[in-house]
């Protein structure tokens, strides 16, 4: 997207006046820009997908799923031999994504893959458990 690059551009000519500190508070606003992700649903199921480019190792992703959150933490290091970044316009670094996702989800049925740059999460809707039991009463006597 255009206008996250003309942002981060802006940084870049600010931080010598502003210092680095002073950015540290907004890099969980400038990280999220760079997880981008999609969600999809079907009638029991959730499909999210994480743009997530240059990821070499799907161990340095962590993945948290609790009720109706999805948190996604991990780092991606774009680095190649013999060369020096000259322009950067493709995230690299440590991000956190936290999602809210539109239904509650099992959190014992869940797929994860990465492919071709995405992480691919396949979530299944939790079914309120219609079943009702009748609990017995004690009569306590005095």
């Not at 743009?51 to 774009?78: A, C, H, M, W």
Request: aromatic share 12%.
């Amino acid at each position: 997207m255009d206008q996250f690059k003309q942002m981060h551009d802006w940084r870049k000519q600010w931080d010598g006046f502003f210092g680095d500190d002073f950015w540290k508070g907004f890099d969980p606003m400038m990280n999220n820009v760079s997880s981008q992700v999609n969600l999809y649903k079907s009638d029991n199921e959730l499909l999210a997908v994480l743009s997530i480019p240059g990821l070499e190792n799907v161990d340095d992703i962590d993945l948290f799923v609790q009720y109706q959150t999805l948190e996604v933490r991990g780092k991606v290091n774009l680095r190649f031999k013999g060369f020096e970044l000259v322009e950067e316009g493709i995230f690299q670094g440590e991000f956190e994504r936290i999602v809210q996702l539109p239904f509650p989800v099992r959190e014992d049925k869940i797929d994860a893959s990465y492919h071709n740059g995405l992480l691919i999460i396949n979530l299944h809707k939790r079914i309120p458990d219609d079943n009702r039991r009748k609990i017995a009463i004690k009569k306590i006597d005095d």
